[in-house]
């Protein structure tokens, strides 16, 4: 039996139906910013990531450094409880951390993934309003368009339209949420004031119920790919310190590079209370993510009646998961970086450019190490991904986008590959210029 139908027999796949028989690629090897494909037919084919598999294998596969890191932490040993112990890795992962995110967040909790930081994060508001002498305040202001994880808590701060609270009915919390920021390329500064005046209402009426506002900073992501003006967050700080509320900070896709700066609050200067770093955190090889918060945050929820946060992954600071962090963190330290998501922004934008002519498309829009092509109406996802492979790249579109965060270190001619063949899947699959339907 081939590996495909072996998986189809026993396997979900995410945001998926058992049964569906969406088509399935099956990954012989991975080098460089390239999947090695062979489909269910048996064709193979060669593909760029153009997604950097969902957005954290940023320094590419089989990278040497980050191999080489691997191997000498596992002939030490792979994994250790972190309850009442401790090990090189997660404290020197963490004192970079600390050193390299926005002044004033002094403490590490980690996490197995992004959305049980966002998880920890939100129990963490909740103890420190109640250890101020504030036990009412439980809920949390969110914003439309969001999107913050999977697990329950982190779906409560979601999109309540698009995301899933009608799925999950008497389960999510009754939050409040605000209108997304307006769009970074519409914005003035009269829009950006408007916002953040009805932001401003929703926090002083409900002030007395709210624990912490949480944000993506700059980029909201799986929510819609939606870029705004970082004055937005400056804003947001302003209105959490009338109001004795936290500032959250959800930058596990935004962090680590991804916009253009080294984390997206960078944009804005501004300091959260609390931050969330998860996907890119290991370059992408195992998954580990980390909440940060104030120091003032942590004494006070240590003083409080549970005397302790309340979490304890088994997985927490795995060794060989912070090793894999510090090597990622030591290639980002070079900081070329910077001038290759310079470089791929300025291809993105150039490349993208064509798509705008397309009957099909609503927007084309960049950010960083960020491509984005909005459609008028739902993507055909199976046909656009057949599509792009036949250009040579790897694409996975949701909703009405066909986007892109590529590895950092794709050359020029990699991002062209990406761009055209993003283009060419959407005029293929959903009309050219003239608004026709190709074959």
Known sequence: M???????????????????????????????????????????????????SWWCMIHGYRNPVLDAAAAEQLARFSHVMFGG?????????????????????????????????????????????????????????????????????????????????????????DNFFAPRPPAAAEATPETIAAWASNVKSLALAHSDELAAIVIEPVLQGTGGMHVYPAECLTALRAIADRHGLLLIFDEIATGLGRTGALFAADHAGVSPDIMCVGKALTGGYLSLAAMLCSERV?????????????????????????????????????????????????????????????????????????????????????????????????????RDLVYTMPPFICDSSETEIITAGMVSAVAEVHGDTTGSTAP
């Open 2 to 52: 081939k590996l495909i139908e072996r998986d189809r027999a026993v396997l979900w796949h995410p945001y998926s139906s058992v049964g569906d028989n969406a088509p399935l690629w099956q990954v012989d090897a991975a080098t460089g910013v390239r999947l090695h494909l062979t489909s269910e037919s048996g064709q193979q084919a060669e593909a760029i990531d153009a997604m950097a």
């Open 298 to 398: 942590a004494m006070t929820v240590s003083a409080g009646r549970a005397g302790a946060l309340l979490h304890g992954p088994t997985f927490m600071a795995n060794p060989l998961a912070c090793a894999l962090a510090n090597a990622s963190l030591d290639l980002l330290e070079t900081g070329e970086w910077q001038a290759h998501v310079a470089r791929i922004n300025a291809e993105l934008t150039s490349g993208l450019a064509p798509a705008a002519q397309l009957a099909a498309v609503k927007d084309v829009r960049t950010i960083g190490a960020v491509g984005v092509i909005q459609l008028a109406s739902p993507v055909d996802v199976a046909a656009v991904t057949r599509v792009g492979i036949r250009h040579g790249v790897w694409l996975r579109p949701f």
């Open 85 to 173: 112990l401790t090990h090189e890795p997660a404290v020197r992962l963490a004192e970079r951390l600390v050193a390299m995110t926005p002044d004033g967040l002094d403490r590490v909790f980690f996490a197995d993934s992004g959305s049980v930081s966002v998880e920890v994060a939100l129990k963490i508001a909740v103890q420190y309003q109640t250890a101020a002498g504030r036990p009412a305040r439980q809920r949390f202001l969110g914003f439309h368009g969001s999107y913050h994880g999977d697990t329950f808590a982190a779906m409560g701060i979601g999109d309540p339209v698009g995301g899933m609270h009608s799925d999950f009915p008497g389960l999510l919390a």
